[in-house]
């Protein structure tokens, strides 16, 4: 894992860090249904043979081979080899050439099937080096049987799919050319069925990802030649028949890894001991001997993770003998202790100090050098350092305002950040006129993604001038009393403006950050009803009172990022009427991804108007996840939704929220690229398992990717449910959480 380069000109005219907005990954399955559309209609002309003059378009086949290639590079290999290239000879030719078929991409196509990986692999599977089937959970284990014709393969990328031991064994020991590899490791994982030709050949692999769902090394003893070694460990506390699980591994493994060449190592924890006490058997031999090149060592725990003698040998071995460039611990193994001043670090790319008790003296002094020039840094995720912008941590209160100059001397040092997260914090600025915290992140220009707490946006000046106002109040910038029947909020941003919020520091840092991709504004005290493997909470702590400032106009200027395309906004308790959220939905139109929680009042949704009018303009949303006690999922909300025409998943949870049987099912014949739908709602559990089987029944023939929970929120089963979603669903959407900054750049291809 390399330091990411600068970014290079966009595809669609030189917008720097532009990979998204329907631009790259074409062959992911996004975007594409336009213009293989407009490759069939291509062929078709030139099959019978309409001259230039009868025809009412442009005819593509007179482009240049490598315009061409570029525009078929935006659709899906299986789209290419199996319908595009039989409209005509050019197309023939051309969708077989080597940068289309030298990496294949199925992990988010959801119309793939067994039928078409067999057909795709028999045309060009020894044209493959790097095939990607990422979270292809739908697709049989046999599937896996046909990637044998990938004689070439470099790069394999099976995390989520379906595989067992002799299959895994039978695929490798034909894959001689390996190089890079990621599988699941699932109960009943034997190594000892491995064959001696795949041992072979994982003892040529430099990579390895492997998510463990059951305590095991998995196939890490058979990599003799590591040098990226990833560990997501996914391992339940209970078995399904309750019974306690045990962290320790077979005696016969314990002989396990060859750290020896390891440049990177990272491992990410779910909640639960079990997982802890495995990848400290992992971190054992680490302990014994710190690798030389190692540059990255990266371990996310969530909770409490301690400190043991043999950690604490690991890194004082680490401080002793390497140069790291990206770090990330166990917030136990760095609070208190001197380690951060004793680590050397050579360019760091990658900073993670999530929920370690970090004082903005100590960062600036150990981290950041004293404010020296730290232009590598990239990624910095300081989410729960709740005083990472204070000079120091002791005697410090949560509504105490920040320190200006640190955020400044960190500005001014790491001038290239590309994502930063400050969420799940108080970060307070003073009335001092140019040191608001919005201000200073206005100079960094590079931002692609950004997550902020509410309370940190508030207008300081505004907010002395006027107290808080009360989401039950009818917004007073409107100057008239609400009428009941009549939309209240604004129609466009003249509307916007006229309420004069373009003065405000949160307005001029979203039209600083022109290239955006990534916002998040979170609550500093929220936290989601639905956590993981533990019951759903019924209770929210009440948010920040400086958020009781933040509103509908607050949100309206986030609609000047143009190349916005993942959004998520949670606890926002002034929201009166949305109207933010229309002009969102009306200027951002790449946007992919929206995640809304716990706007306005929580006895009821009082923007629902506005969202109805919002999603009607969300032509690429992919993603919706919904978040809102009392939510009313009824036929209003499901026929606006049915204008997202490009939506695939839609998750919703709301504490004593209604849905209606029959508009889900309109909704789910409507939207036909829809494959995941998940309600957590406080319908009885018998509505729920009745419409889940009916949506089940009606639309999994034609939708094999199909994936659908509904459930009562407050269920004591919930948990139980929860552990067969898949984990692409449960990790990208299902669960809340913070995603800026949450893993490094370029941490897997």
Known sequence: ??????????????????????????????????????????????????????????????????????????????????????????????????????????????KVNKDKVKQLMRDIGKEIYQLNMAGCYWLPSSTIDHVIRCKNLVKLNLSGCHITSLRLSKMLSALQHLRSLAIDVNPGFDASQLSSECKATLSRVS?????????????????????????????????????????????????????????????RLAP??????????????????????????????????????????????????????????PKAWINGSGLLQHLKFNNPFYFSF?????????????????????????????????????????????????????????????CNLRHLNLSAAHHHSSESIGNHLCQLL???????????????????????????????????????????????YPRNLTDQANQKI???????????????????????????AMPRNEPAIRNSLPPCVRAQSVGDSEVAAISQLTYLQSLTLAQLPNIVTGSGLVSIGLQCQHLR??????????????????????????KCLRDLRLEQPYFSAGAQFFQALSHCSSLQRLCIVSRSGTLQSDAVMSFMASCLEVVMCHMFMGESLTVCRNLQQSIVRSFQADRSALNVVIFPLLHEDLTEVIRDVPMRHLDEITLFKSRVAEEPPNLWW
């Not at 860090?17 to 209609?41: I, K, P």
């Not at 039209?511 to 929220?526: A, C, N, V």
């Not at 009821?604 to 108007?609: C, D, E, I, Q």
């Open 354 to 414: 999530s929920r370690c008790t970090l004082s903005g003296g100590h960062l600036i002094q150990r981290v950041i050098n004293g404010g020296k020039d730290l232009k590598s840094l990239t990624s910095l995720n300081l989410s729960g350092c709740v005083h990472c912008l204070a000079p120091e941590s002791l005697f410090r209160k949560a509504e105490d305002d920040i320190d200006s100059s640190i955020l400044e001397s960190l500005v001014v040092s790491c």
């Open 442 to 488: 206005s100079r960094l220009k590079h931002l692609l993604s950004l997550a902020l707490p509410v309370c940190s946006i508030t207008d300081v000046a505004a907010n002395v001038e006027k107290p808080p106002t009360q989401p039950s109040a009818a917004p007073q910038t409107f100057g008239k009393k609400v009428r009941v029947g009549i939309q209240t």
């Open 502 to 528: 373009e003065s405000s520091v949160f307005w001029t840092l979203m039209g600083s950050l022109r290239f955006l991709e990534t916002l998040e504004i979170i609550g500093s005290s929220f936290s989601s």
């Open 207 to 267: 990579e390895l990802k492997q998510t463990l769902y059951t305590p095991s090394y998995g196939v890490v003893p058979c990599c003799t030649s590591l040098e990226k070694l990833l560990l997501y460990f996914e391992i339940l506390d209970r078995s399904r028949e309750g019974f306690m699980l045990s962290g320790q591994l077979m005696v016969g493994e314990s002989n396990v890894p060859h750290y020896q060449n390891l440049r990177v190592f990272y491992a």
């Open 593 to 618: 991804t929206l995640s809304l929680a716990n706007l306005g009042m929580m006895g009821k949704v009082v923007y629902m108007s506005a969202l109805l009018d919002m999603l009607k303009h969300c």
């Open 1 to 110: 894992m390399a330091a990411p380069e600068e970014p290079s000109g966009g595809r669609a005219g030189g917008e720097p860090g532009r990979e998204a907005a329907g631009l790259s990954g074409g062959r992911c399955g996004g975007g594409t249904a336009a213009a293989t559309a407009v490759m069939f209609r291509c062929g078709e002309e030139l099959v019978s043979g309409e001259s230039e003059e009868e025809s009412n378009g442009v005819n593509l086949m007179e482009f240049s081979d490598e315009i061409l290639l570029h525009i078929l590079s935006y659709v899906p290999c299986t789209d290419l080899v199996l319908n595009v290239r039989k409209t005509c000879r050019k197309l023939a030719t051309l969708c077989l050439d080597k940068s289309l078929t030298h990496t294949v991409l199925l992990q988010k196509d959801y």
């Open 272 to 329: 639960g001991y079990v997982n802890q006490e495995v990848v400290r058997l992992y971190l054992a031999v680490l302990s014994d001997r710190t690798p030389e090149n190692l540059h990255a060592f990266l371990i996310s725990a969530p909770g409490s993770f301690a400190e043991t003698g043999a950690t604490k040998n690991l890194l004082d071995s680490m401080a002793r003998n390497v140069r790291l460039d990206a770090l990330q611990l």
